[in-house]
């Protein structure tokens, strides 16, 4: 909306453009006097009052953009604080990470050592129980040869002993016998003897 001293600066021009030339001139118009008077006395008049609302919207003009600037100040302030927190945030989440790895790191690496530990006392004692075990093995088979050679050994003197003592009593019998049963017999216990040695 435009302001009375527009309207009447307006209207001034309009006036002047219909006024009529003086003869024989191209640029000196003619007037009436009082109408022109008229539209100054008024625009006299309106500009004071023009130039104190001009003022007032300045000054409105002013505290609005001061209030904006404010307002802008407290924005960028806010969003400073944001910024310097979600920094904060970031360092310390990234220090938390940093952290978990590092957690993590030592617990694998805790774990690993556990691990070989374990796997080289396991060796060890599957080294140890194998070797403990075929020592036993080896002195069950000595016990075993021994016992062999032990057993045979008394084996032998009791078929021996049993032969003597079989030959004994064939010969007893043998003198209570004929000479010619007696001979066979002699000579059975012989062959006896001598099937029992192969079987031996």
Do not use: W
């Not at 023009?50 to 806010?78: F, G, P």
């Not at 030959?167 to 049963?181: F, G, K």
């Amino acid at each position: 909306m435009s302001s009375r001293i527009e309207q009447l600066i307006d209207e001034i021009e309009e006036y002047i453009d219909n006024c009529k030339y003086k003869a024989f001139s191209t640029d000196i118009i003619m007037v009436n006097k009082a109408e022109i008077d008229d539209l100054l006395r008024e625009l006299r008049m309106k500009t004071p009052e023009e130039i104190k609302r001009y003022q007032k919207i300045i000054s409105n003009k002013e505290a609005i953009l001061n209030d904006a600037r404010q307002k802008a100040q407290e924005l960028l302030n806010d969003a400073a604080v944001q910024t310097n927190e979600l920094i904060s945030e970031h360092q310390i989440m990234q220090q938390a990470y940093a952290q978990a790895n590092e957690i993590v790191e030592m617990a694998t690496k805790q774990a690993q050592d556990i691990l070989d530990n374990a796997t080289i006392e396991a060796n060890n004692v599957k080294s140890a129980a194998m070797q403990y075990t075929d020592s036993i093995l080896a002195n069950l088979e000595n016990i075993l040869k021994q016992s062999i050679e032990i057993s045979t050994r008394d084996y032998n003197a009791l078929v021996g002993n049993l032969r003597e003592i079989d030959n004994v009593v064939t010969a007893n019998r043998a003198e209570l016998m004929p000479p010619e049963e007696a001979a066979e017999q002699i000579q059975s216990a012989d062959n006896s003897d001598t099937d029992n040695i192969d079987l031996i």
